[in-house]
């Protein structure tokens, strides 16, 4: 009898620690889209400096303010946000942080070395264990490329080009300011990318639990750190790209940090060649992976089916998007706009997401997109939820945290709209101002852009200058536009018939904020409501549940009336997203399923 009760607690006992190992939660946060350009770096072959700035004394590698206002990422500023970020990941002592690709401007020697730089210290000062994969931007293609800018900031205000050869520098800039040659700005590949960030993931450590690659042919069981470091090098981590047979890098990789957490890093780059020579950016993402390198869904249905055998906690990661990421508004916005506008080209289509599901994942990290957003794609299979990360170049500025427990994970969105130092280089700007007033008008930025409060207001600047400089051009040249552009309060009623009076506080309405509107909600999701106001956000109900019902009694609607539906549908889902800022992710059913934390963004 003695013996039966000795064993029972036995038993007991050790259903308790296996209860409390399955308990313990852990953090990981989630940083996409850094591209981080070393603005205060040096060159290994010039003495280059950069430009003085007159108010800090310190010489700055820096682009234009023209040329960041016709990007849809910021150059300079988000130096300082990466930083802030990474402070903010300090002060709540979070000790993974992932980069999910694209963590530099072009994958240069000069920001891939900045960036390790920054990544060591905080590894260092702080104990953070950084967990990174590739993006489309690091490498821009698998093999080394001479390249350089012709938008960095020169003496006077002018533009000055850094090139990484003589033979790469074919300008037609009429600068009189003499180029930069420096190896330092060619646009790395692989094998020099991660030779510099090698203890960031991609290759094993001695510390790790665990480590392997898709083509690894070890177990967990006869893991040995001697044969994961032989199998880890570069020349045994490649495929064959088809169809001319070009033997390419895939990275990707399984990593245990420490015990029970499991972090896959899927590279998810596919570089179609055009010749025997050259290749094809990545930047499509996982259309391409299921035609390309279709070994990586074998190997991750593997990696999740171990994963719950051996009961370990496992994070999914890569750079690109899994699911659709525009609220189900893909197909409206090719309606309206075209087959190849606002990225529709990025759109994944629905095999990735079952390709995912039948793999045995149920949620998945991602970025590229610089929007914050949440993805679900559900079918009889199963259901996979794709988070979509924020870049912090861009509007809006924000991280990710995600608390991952026995049944559950946790998200939450932060926000980084105070940084440090976010105006330091606004002199140098004034300056290209200056000059560009006195020398080409036609080049001339909204100024007020230098008048931001603070950092999250400077993102939304960007992107309304972005809207003004690139997207009307290149997005919205049509007949429609000129017609929207042209609405007012009054006009706007009357055209969706609806009473004036039912649109409160919109005297100062123009039509303009309607499309920029309509881009803050894509990228930021409801983290645009405060930005945009409540009031306006009801008064846009009303347009359009207004518009929707007088459009059923349109006998035969004009081409413009078409395109406002079109409009108008895309906006309202934008309005009416899955949660994205703080949800949690109930895993605990053979179906995720989305639990928001902030009921009152989510109402229709």
């Known amino acids: ?44 072959d010039n003495n280059y400096k950069g430009v003085l700035n007159p108010q800090t004394g310190k010489y700055t590698l820096a682009r234009t303010m023209q040329s960041q206002l016709q990007s849809t990422r910021l150059f300079n500023e988000n130096y300082f946000a990466f930083l802030a970020a990474l402070d903010n990941v300090v002060s709540r002592n979070i000790k993974y942080v992932v980069l999910p690709g694209d963590f530099s401007d072009d994958g240069q020697m000069l920001n891939i070395k900045g960036l390790k730089s920054i990544l060591d210290s905080y590894t260092k000062n702080h104990g953070i264990k950084f967990i990174l994969t590739t993006g489309n931007h690091d490498p821009v293609r698998p093999f080394y490329q001479e390249s350089g800018k012709e938008d960095f900031l020169g003496e006077g205000g ?3 080009a850094i090139f990484s050869s003589k033979k790469a520098f074919n300008s037609k800039d009429n600068s009189k300011l003499k180029p930069v040659f420096t190896k330092d700005i060619a646009k790395l590949g692989y094998t020099e990318i991660l030779s510099e960030l090698r203890d960031f993931g991609f290759f094993p450590k001695k510390t790790d639990v665990y480590w392997e690659s898709p083509f690894s042919n070890y177990n967990y069981s006869d893991y040995t750190f001697k044969d994961a470091a032989k199998q880890a090098e570069l020349d045994n981590r490649k495929y064959k790209m088809e169809p001319n047979g070009s033997e390419i890098p895939d990275v990707s990789y399984l990593v245990e940090p420490a015990e029970g957490i499991w972090f896959l890093a899927i590279d998810a780059n596919v570089y179609v060649p055009k010749d025997e020579n050259t290749f094809s ?20 249905k593997t990696i999740t089916k171990r994963a719950k055998r051996l009961n370990k906690k496992l994070v999914v990661f890569s750079h690109y998007p899994t699911v659709e990421f525009n609220d189900g508004a893909s197909e409206h916005i090719r309606m309206l706009l075209g087959e190849d506008k606002m990225q529709l080209h990025r759109v994944p289509q629905n095999e990735v997401a079952k390709a995912f599901i039948e793999a045995g994942v149920k949620v998945h990290f991602g970025g590229h997109m610089h929007i914050n957003d949440t993805g679900v794609a559900a079918f009889e299979l199963g259901t996979l939820v794709n988070v979509q990360i924020p870049s912090l170049a861009a509007y809006i500025p924000a ?6 427990s026995s049944n559950e994970i946790e998200i939450k969105t932060i926000v980084i709209d105070s940084v440090p130092r976010f105006k330091e280089l606004f002199p140098l700007y004034k300056q290209e101002y200056a000059f560009l007033k006195n020398n080409d008008e036609k080049a001339l930025w909204d100024s007020t852009i230098l008048e931001a409060k603070n950092y999250k207001d400077y993102t939304q600047n960007h992107l309304k200058g972005l809207i003004n400089n690139r997207f009307l051009e290149n997005e919205w040249n049509m007949p429609f536009t000129q017609f929207l552009l042209g609405l007012n309060k009054k006009s706007v009623a009357e055209f969706v018939s609806i009473e004036e009076t039912a649109l409160k506080d919109f005297d100062d309405w123009t039509s303009f904020d309607m499309l920029f509107d309509l881009y803050r909600l894509r990228s930021a999701d409801v983290l645009a409501f405060d930005d ?9 109900r009303s347009i359009i549940n207004s518009y929707l019902i007088h459009f059923k009694e349109v006998n035969e609607p004009s081409e413009i009336e078409n395109d406002f539906l079109q409009f108008c549908i895309i906006f309202k889902r934008f309005l009416n997203g899955a949660p994205s800022t703080n949800f949690s992710v109930d895993l605990s059913k053979s179906k995720s399923k989305i639990i928001p934390s902030d009921s009152k963004f989510y109402s229709n």
């Open 1 to 44: 009898m003695r013996k039966l009760i000795v064993f029972v607690l036995f038993v007991l006992s050790v259903f308790s620690c296996l209860e409390k190992k399955d308990n313990k939660s852990f953090q990981v946060a989630f940083m996409a889209d850094v591209h981080l350009q070393d603005i205060y770096g040096s060159f290994s």
């Open 399 to 404: 991280y990710k945290i995600a608390t991952f």
């Open 532 to 540: 945009i106001g409540e009031k306006n956000i009801e008064n846009y």
């Open 158 to 160: 002018q533009q000055k």
């Open 281 to 300: 950016s990545a930047s499509i993402g996982y259309n391409n992976v299921l035609t390309h390198k279709k070994h990586l869904f074998k190997w991750i």
